[in-house]
T-cell receptor
């Protein structure tokens, strides 16, 4: 089984300041990692994902996340936030293959953390 | 190109009733997953449908059932509603061979009184 821990339930930050959202995961098999964003009264939007290759992944709107296998972390960062970044951010994992023994029933299923509410103020 | 659509947007039911939520996947997608997001929590996986069959299921009771139609749209049915079923129900669509990329709909807000 997999689990995801988002260490901060709420992160207040001033506009143009940097922000880091922490995510740690637990899994006995290889996983894909994701960050989703949810604006008020909306569904989830994929922000970025790590499948393989370079451990640093970036989104088009300035966010980046780094996969750290030894620390089982996938922290999200942005060097300068905007008011419009106010939202809830969810870290998620998914087993990376349907073919591994014991993982077939987990493939294709996103396992989410509890979320981190980012509030950006002027 | 329409994204994932869900209906209705909001729904109010009373305990013991039954409810049906609907989802139309993104054009070209053949796999639909359903998630329940209780207030203040992350989404929880309910089940996933592919080729009109339930392919994966999370830890939800049999009161939660679903269906996928030949056009890939899907329904989520919940019987004998409980107060604890109040949540935002999210539908996500993807391609069977790349379920790592799931596109979410806006959700249906279900309130059980």
């Amino acid at each position: 089984a997999q689990s995801v821990t988002q260490l901060d339930s709420q992160v207040p930050v001033f506009e143009e300041a940097p922000v880091e959202l922490r995510c740690n995961y637990s899994s006995s098999v290889s996983v894909y990692l994701f960050w989703y964003v949810q604006y008020p009264n909306q569904g989830l939007q994929l922000l970025l994902k790590y499948l393989s290759g370079s451990t640093l992944v970036k989104s088009i709107n300035g966010f980046e996340a780094e996969f750290n296998k030894s620390q089982t972390s996938f922290h999200l960062r942005k060097p300068s936030v905007h008011i419009s970044d106010t939202a809830e951010y969810f870290c998620a994992v998914m087993v990376d293959s349907p073919g591994m023994i014991g993982t077939t029933d987990s493939w294709g299923k996103l396992q989410f953390g509890a979320g981190t509410q980012v509030v950006v103020t002027p | 190109d329409a994204g994932v659509t869900q209906s209705p947007t909001h729904l109010i039911k009373t305990r013991g009733q039954q409810v049906t939520l609907r989802c139309s996947p993104k054009s070209g997608h053949d796999t639909v997953s359903w998630y329940q997001q209780a207030l203040g929590q992350g989404p929880q996986f309910i089940f996933q449908y592919y080729e009109e069959e339930e392919r994966q299921r999370g830890n939800f009771p049999d009161r939660f059932s679903g269906h996928q139609f030949p056009n890939y749209s899907s329904e989520l049915n919940v019987n004998a509603l409980l107060l604890g079923d109040s949540a935002l129900y999210l539908c996500a669509s993807s391609l069977a061979l790349s379920t790592d990329t799931q596109y979410f709909g806006p959700g249906t807000r279900l309130t059980v009184l």
